[in-house]
């Protein structure tokens, strides 16, 4: 059982260029989200959507753009990469926004 | 104030020793807490949820909930070098139904 999986589990982009991380679920879960993780900062949300067909902006959703392609799957789209967002980006899923979340293994990005 | 808050530490205990982690929170209408632990360059991992007062133990890890004073804390028995790592509280938060994730303790065990 996979859990939560991201792909790509490493990215070096140039200022400017784009980029699509992926991020798929076979938990069954309703909930998704996306995490940046800097340090000394914790986790920030930077999108969520509470079920299919619906997404919501969290603390940090500036230059992020997401989707949520059907259940199982949530991606984040950077349009033009910033050295700011250098970070660690996390997934995760759970049941309802009341259960624990679950994450996937993370995406370690550089804008050089 | 932040909605979570938990002290950054590194807090350091010899091995054997039981580790007390502490965390509180803003909303009174939060309902669901849990504790992560965080290894160096890993995801974080679900290892306590907690729901209700009182206590819950979970093998050497015990949970405690006290909604009247907004705090919840985090008891790790016999510690072990295996358990230094960063704990993350994280607190359901009512107002915009989100989940908030306090910026972690550094806990170090040393043998």
């Known amino acids: 059982n996979a859990g939560v999986t991201q792909t790509p589990k490493f990215q070096v982009l140039k200022t400017g260029q784009s980029m699509t991380l992926q991020c798929a679920q076979d938990?069954?879960?309703?909930?998704m989200y996306w995490y940046r993780q800097d340090p000394g900062m914790g986790l920030r949300l930077i999108y969520y959507s509470a079920s299919e067909g619906t997404t919501d902006k969290g603390e940090v959703p500036n230059g992020y753009n997401v989707s949520r392609l059907n259940k199982r799957e949530f991606s984040l789209r950077l349009e033009s990469a910033a050295p700011s967002q250098t970070s660690v980006y996390f997934c995760?899923?759970?049941?309802?926004?009341?259960?624990?979340?679950?994450f996937g293994d993370g995406t370690r990005l550089s804008i050089l | 104030q932040k909605e979570v808050e938990q002290n950054s530490g590194p807090l350091s205990v010899p091995e054997g020793a039981i580790a007390s982690l502490n965390c509180t929170y803003s909303?009174?209408?939060?309902?669901?807490f849990f504790w992560y632990r965080q290894y160096s360059g890993k995801s974080p991992e679900l290892i306590m949820s907690i729901y209700s007062n009182g206590d819950k133990e979970d093998g050497r890890f015990t949970a405690q909930l006290n909604k009247a004073s907004q705090y919840v804390s985090l008891l790790i028995r016999d510690s072990q070098p295996s358990d230094s790592a960063t704990y993350l509280c994280?607190?359901?938060?009512?107002?915009?139904?989100?989940?908030?994730f306090g910026a972690g303790t550094i806990l170090r065990v040393k043998s």
């Open positions: 994280a607190v359901n938060i009512v107002d915009g139904n989100k989940l908030v």
């Open positions: 909303d009174r209408g939060s309902q669901s």
């Open positions: 995760a899923s759970s049941g309802t926004d009341n259960q624990p979340q679950h």
């Open positions: 938990m069954n879960h309703n909930s």
